[in-house]
């Protein structure tokens, strides 16, 4: 099947997706590979939803690691605290973040790591400064956005390459590296 037709295809049935046919598509294990995540890293997830990558993440670091969990919904963060108490995980801290604040601990993570949130914010230029008042000087932040113009019309949801790059640089960011090689994702890493 073409890319930008698979991309439509996964589109319009996000609903009938399991976590398996998400795996397939999305390649979770490739996205933290490029990312850099290990054993024993302590990741902010800012948007984990319902978790589908913060239970990846914790996997991933094992452990000797720890994952802060960050939405601004708090039943979602619910959902996760279940989970991790049915799945006997005791290295998931939730967070409940406000519109434009992490709220993470200070100095607290070796990388933060967000997944389809970006284009979410209201003003994400004023969110990216205030979270580096959260992090370590030069914490990667790991962006995963989808790319409209790869579904092969205008997809206005998700914002374009160029516009997240012109964000990041209105944040005071540097961009360390972009990976292209997801079917409908672009993977921006990021620095202060």
Request: aromatic share 10%; charged share 25%.
């Amino acid at each position: 099947m073409h890319r930008s037709k698979y991309c439509i295809f996964i589109l319009i049935i996000p609903i009938l997706l399991t976590a398996q046919a998400r795996d397939n598509w999305q390649k979770p294990d490739a996205i933290m590979d490029s990312a850099g995540i290990k054993q024993g890293m302590s990741i902010g997830e800012i948007g984990a939803g319902n978790g589908y990558f913060t239970f990846k993440l914790v996997d991933r670091v094992g452990p000797s690691g720890h994952i802060f969990a960050n939405d601004i919904v708090q039943s979602k963060l619910d959902y996760i605290n279940r989970q991790c108490k049915k799945r006997n995980i005791k290295t998931i801290t939730t967070i409940l973040g406000e519109e434009n604040d992490s709220l993470f601990p200070r100095d607290s993570v070796d990388m933060i790591f967000m997944v389809y949130t970006f284009h979410h914010f209201k003003e994400p230029v004023k969110y990216l400064k205030n979270l580096r008042n959260r992090i370590k000087p030069n914490t990667p932040v790991v962006i995963v956005e989808r790319d409209p113009e790869r579904y092969g019309h205008e997809y206005n949801h998700f914002l374009k390459k160029a516009k997240v790059i012109e964000l990041i640089k209105e944040s005071d960011y540097k961009l360390e590296k972009i990976y292209t090689f997801l079917a409908c994702d672009i993977i921006y890493v990021i620095a202060p």
